[in-house]
C-alpha cells in the first residue's frame, strides 16, 4: 500500500505562505505601535521622534522599575527589622490580605473606569479597519499589554514583599501560595474583561441593574473573606500554622474560577469582529424615547462622560456598603475619635464626596446646559412648577444619596448614625443650582457648563454654614443644618423657576 505524499513544491509554499502570515502579523503590530507611540507624544507635545520616543520609554521604564523596587524593598526591610521584628507571621497575613484587595481593585477597574473602552470605544477604531490591520492585534496592542503591565506590577510588588518577609516555615508557604492564587484567578479575570468589552459594542457605564448586582455581590464576598481573615489575624500566626483548612478549596476555587475564565477568554477572541462592534454601536446610539421630562434628563446624564463619573462612583460606594454587610461579623468598629469629633469628620467627608458628584452632574444637566430644553418644554405645555420641582429632585437626590452612603456606611462600620451627612449632600447639591442660577456661566461648544471662578466662590460660601457643626453640639448642628437644607432647596427651586420663565426661546432670536 502507498502513502501518497505531497510535492514538494506544495511544501514550500505553504511554508512561505507561513512565513509570509507572521512576517505580515508582526508589520501590522509594528504599525500600531508606531501610532500609539504618536499618540503620546501628541499628546504629550514632546520634541522627540519616534525611536527617541521608543528609547526614552524603555530606559525610563527600567530606571522606574529599579527605583520603585529599592524604595519599596527599603522601606520593608526597615518595617521588617524595625517595628515588626516580632510580629512576622501578622505582618505576612494582613500582606495578603492587602494583596486580596489589591486584585480585587484591578478587577474592579476594568470593568468600571474607562479602561473598558480601550478597543471599542477607541476614537481610531474606523481608522484602523480602513487600514486593514486585524483587530486582533488593535486588542493586543490597546488592551491585553497595558492589562498586561498592571497585573505585572501587582505581581512584581508582591513579589518584592514576601521576599523581603521571607522565612522558613509552613505558615509563609501558606501565605505564598494563597498570594499567588489570587493573583493567577485576577490575571485570567483582567484578561477576560479586557476581551469581553473588545468584543462587544462600546457602551458607557450606567446604573444598570447588572453593575449594581456585580458591585454588591464583589462586596459582600469581599467583607466575608475580611471577616474571616480579620479575627485569624489578632492571634499571631493561627492562619498560617494550619493551611489545610482553607488553601485546598482556595485552590479549587481558583482552578474552576480561572478554567471558566480562560475558556470565555477563548470564545471572546473568537467573537472579534470590526463588524460586531461597528453595527451595535449603531444599534446602541439609538436610545428609546424617555417617557417623562424626568427620565428624560437622567437618561442623558447618565449616556454622557459625566454620567459615567458619577456612576463610578455610586458603584465604588455600593461595593463599600457590601463590604460592609459581609463583614459584619466583625463590626462594629470602635473609633478612637469621640462622637461630636468623629459627626465633624463625617460631615466633612460628606460635603467633600457629594461635590464629587455634584459638580459632574451640573455640567450636564444643570441650568446652564439644559436651560433651553427646560423652557423648550415649558413652551411645549409642561408645567413650570412641575419641571422645577423635577429638576430640583433630581439634584438633590444625587447629593443626598452620597450623603446616605456615608450615613449607612458609618452605621454599619461604627454602630452610629449621623443624619447630618444626608442634609450635607442635600446642601451642597442645592448650594450648586443656586450659586449657578446666580453667577450664570456661560456654555461651552459641546453644550456643558463652562469653568467659572465665580460660580465655583458662590458655591463654597453657600456650603459653608455647613461648618457650623465645627462649633455646636451635634444635636443642634442637625437641626440647623437641617433648616439650612430646606432654606437653599426653597431657593434653588425659585431661581430656577426665574430663569426658565425669563429667558427669551431661541426661536425667538
Same mark, same amino acid.
Given at each position: 500500500?502507498?502513502? +501518497?505524499?505531497?510535492?514538494?513544491?506544495?511544501?514550500?509554499?505553504?511554508?512561505?505562505?507561513? #512565513?509570509?502570515?507572521?512576517?505580515?502579523?508582526?508589520?501590522?503590530?509594528?504599525?500600531?505601535?508606531?501610532?500609539?507611540?504618536?499618540?503620546? !507624544?501628541?499628546?504629550?507635545?514632546?520634541?522627540? @521622534?519616534?525611536?527617541?520616543?521608543?528609547? &526614552?520609554?524603555?530606559?525610563?521604564?527600567?530606571?522606574?522599575?529599579?527605583?520603585?523596587?529599592?524604595?519599596?524593598?527599603?522601606?520593608?526591610?526597615? &518595617?521588617?527589622?524595625?517595628?515588626?521584628?516580632?510580629?512576622?507571621?501578622?505582618?505576612?497575613?494582613?500582606?495578603?490580605?492587602?494583596?486580596?484587595?489589591?486584585? %480585587?481593585?484591578? !478587577?474592579?477597574?476594568?470593568? #468600571?473606569?474607562?479602561?473598558?473602552?480601550?478597543?471599542?470605544?477607541?476614537?481610531?477604531?474606523?481608522?484602523?479597519?480602513?487600514?486593514?490591520?486585524?483587530?486582533?492585534?488593535?486588542?493586543?496592542?490597546?488592551?491585553?499589554?497595558?492589562?498586561?503591565?498592571?497585573?505585572?506590577? &501587582?505581581?512584581?510588588?508582591?513579589?518584592?514583599?514576601?521576599?523581603?518577609?521571607?522565612?522558613?516555615?509552613?505558615?509563609?508557604?501558606?501565605? %505564598?501560595?494563597?498570594?499567588?492564587?489570587?493573583?493567577?484567578?485576577?490575571?485570567?479575570?483582567?484578561?477576560?474583561?479586557? &476581551?469581553?468589552?473588545?468584543?462587544?459594542?462600546?457602551?458607557?457605564?450606567?446604573?444598570?441593574?447588572?453593575?449594581?448586582?456585580?458591585?454588591?455581590?464583589?462586596?459582600?464576598?469581599?467583607?466575608? %473573606?475580611?471577616?474571616?481573615?480579620?479575627?485569624?489575624?489578632?492571634?499571631?500566626?493561627?492562619?498560617?500554622?494550619?493551611? +489545610?483548612?482553607?488553601?485546598?478549596?482556595?485552590?479549587?476555587?481558583?482552578?474552576?474560577?480561572?478554567?471558566?475564565?480562560?475558556?470565555?477568554?477563548?470564545?471572546?477572541?473568537?467573537?472579534?469582529?470590526?463588524?460586531?462592534?461597528?453595527?451595535?454601536?449603531?444599534?446602541?446610539? *439609538?436610545?428609546?424615547?424617555?417617557?417623562?421630562?424626568?427620565?428624560? #434628563?437622567?437618561?442623558?446624564?447618565? *449616556?454622557?462622560?459625566?454620567? *459615567?463619573?458619577?456612576?463610578?462612583?455610586?458603584?465604588?460606594?455600593?461595593?463599600?456598603?457590601?463590604?460592609?454587610?459581609?463583614?459584619?461579623?466583625?463590626?462594629?468598629?470602635?473609633?478612637?475619635?469621640?462622637?461630636?469629633?468623629?459627626?465633624?469628620?463625617?460631615?466633612?467627608?460628606?460635603?467633600?464626596?457629594?461635590?464629587?458628584?455634584?459638580?459632574?452632574?451640573?455640567?450636564?444637566?444643570?441650568?446652564?446646559?439644559?436651560?433651553?430644553?427646560?423652557?423648550?418644554?415649558?413652551?411645549?405645555?409642561?408645567?413650570?412648577?412641575?419641571? !422645577?420641582?423635577?429638576?430640583?429632585?433630581?439634584?438633590?437626590?444625587?447629593?443626598? +444619596?452620597?450623603?446616605?452612603?456615608?450615613?449607612?456606611? @458609618?452605621?454599619?462600620?461604627?454602630?452610629?448614625?449621623?443624619?447630618?451627612?444626608?442634609?450635607?449632600?442635600?446642601?451642597?447639591?442645592?448650594?450648586?443650582?443656586?450659586?449657578?442660577?446666580?453667577?450664570?456661566?456661560?456654555?461651552?461648544?459641546?453644550?456643558?457648563?463652562?469653568?467659572? =471662578?465665580?460660580?465655583?466662590?458662590?458655591?463654597?460660601?453657600?456650603?459653608?454654614?455647613?461648618?457650623? =457643626?465645627?462649633?455646636?453640639?451635634?444635636?443642634?448642628?442637625?437641626?440647623?443644618?437641617?433648616?439650612?437644607?430646606?432654606?437653599?432647596?426653597?431657593? +434653588?427651586?425659585?431661581?430656577?423657576?426665574?430663569?426658565?420663565?425669563?429667558?427669551? *426661546?431661541?426661536?425667538?432670536?
Amino acid at each position: 500500500m502507498r502513502t +501518497a505524499t505531497p510535492p514538494a513544491g506544495f511544501a514550500v509554499r505553504a511554508s512561505s505562505a507561513g #512565513v509570509a502570515s507572521s512576517g505580515l502579523r508582526r508589520s501590522d503590530y509594528r504599525v500600531l505601535r508606531d501610532f500609539r507611540a504618536f499618540e503620546v !507624544v501628541n499628546a504629550m507635545r514632546l520634541p522627540l @521622534t519616534l525611536d527617541g520616543f521608543r528609547a &526614552l520609554a524603555v530606559f525610563g521604564s527600567i530606571a522606574l522599575v529599579l527605583l520603585g523596587t529599592a524604595v519599596f524593598a527599603t522601606m520593608m526591610s526597615v &518595617l521588617r527589622d524595625g517595628p515588626l521584628r516580632h510580629d512576622t507571621a501578622a505582618v505576612l497575613n494582613w500582606g495578603f490580605l492587602a494583596i486580596l484587595y489589591s486584585a %480585587v481593585v484591578a !478587577v474592579l477597574t476594568e470593568v #468600571v473606569s474607562s479602561r473598558r473602552l480601550a478597543v471599542s470605544g477607541s476614537p481610531h477604531l474606523e481608522l484602523f479597519r480602513a487600514m486593514e490591520l486585524p483587530l486582533s492585534q488593535v486588542v493586543v496592542r490597546y488592551g491585553l499589554i497595558p492589562a498586561l503591565r498592571r497585573t505585572g506590577i &501587582l505581581w512584581y510588588s508582591a513579589a518584592v514583599f514576601l521576599v523581603v518577609f521571607f522565612e522558613e516555615s509552613s505558615g509563609y508557604a501558606g501565605v %505564598v501560595a494563597a498570594s499567588a492564587s489570587v493573583l493567577v484567578l485576577a490575571s485570567c479575570a483582567c484578561a477576560y474583561c479586557v &476581551l469581553h468589552f473588545a468584543s462587544t459594542p462600546a457602551q458607557r457605564i450606567g446604573l444598570h441593574w447588572r453593575y449594581v448586582l456585580f458591585a454588591l455581590i464583589l462586596g459582600l464576598l469581599l467583607g466575608a %473573606v475580611t471577616g474571616f481573615l480579620l479575627p485569624q489575624f489578632s492571634r499571631l500566626g493561627s492562619l498560617a500554622e494550619d493551611p +489545610a483548612r482553607f488553601l485546598p478549596v482556595l485552590y479549587s476555587l481558583v482552578a474552576i474560577g480561572s478554567g471558566v475564565l480562560i475558556f470565555l477568554s477563548i470564545r471572546a477572541w473568537r467573537r472579534l469582529s470590526y463588524f460586531r462592534i461597528s453595527f451595535g454601536r449603531e444599534r446602541a446610539g *439609538s436610545r428609546p424615547r424617555a417617557a417623562t421630562f424626568g427620565r428624560f #434628563v437622567v437618561t442623558d446624564l447618565l *449616556s454622557s462622560k459625566q454620567g *459615567s463619573v458619577i456612576a463610578t462612583i455610586v458603584l465604588a460606594w455600593i461595593a463599600v456598603v457590601g463590604i460592609l454587610l459581609g463583614a459584619r461579623g466583625i463590626l462594629p468598629l470602635q473609633s478612637a475619635l469621640g462622637p461630636g469629633e468623629l459627626d465633624k469628620t463625617l460631615i466633612g467627608a460628606a460635603v467633600l464626596l457629594s461635590l464629587g458628584v455634584t459638580e459632574p452632574m451640573l455640567y450636564r444637566i444643570g441650568p446652564t446646559a439644559k436651560l433651553h430644553h427646560y423652557r423648550f418644554a415649558w413652551e411645549n405645555g409642561c408645567s413650570a412648577a412641575g419641571i !422645577v420641582v423635577r429638576l430640583v429632585g433630581i439634584y438633590v437626590t444625587a447629593g443626598a +444619596a452620597i450623603g446616605g452612603f456615608v450615613f449607612l456606611g @458609618t452605621l454599619l462600620a461604627l454602630g452610629i448614625a449621623v443624619p447630618g451627612a444626608v442634609l450635607a449632600g442635600a446642601i451642597v447639591a442645592a448650594s450648586g443650582v443656586v450659586a449657578e442660577s446666580l453667577s450664570r456661566p456661560p456654555a461651552t461648544t459641546d453644550g456643558t457648563k463652562s469653568n467659572d =471662578v465665580m460660580d465655583g466662590l458662590l458655591t463654597l460660601l453657600l456650603i459653608s454654614p455647613c461648618s457650623l =457643626v465645627l462649633v455646636v453640639s451635634p444635636q443642634f448642628s442637625t437641626v440647623l443644618l437641617l433648616g439650612y437644607s430646606i432654606l437653599l432647596i426653597l431657593g +434653588a427651586a425659585s431661581c430656577l423657576n426665574q430663569r426658565l420663565l425669563r429667558l427669551r *426661546s431661541k426661536s425667538m432670536l
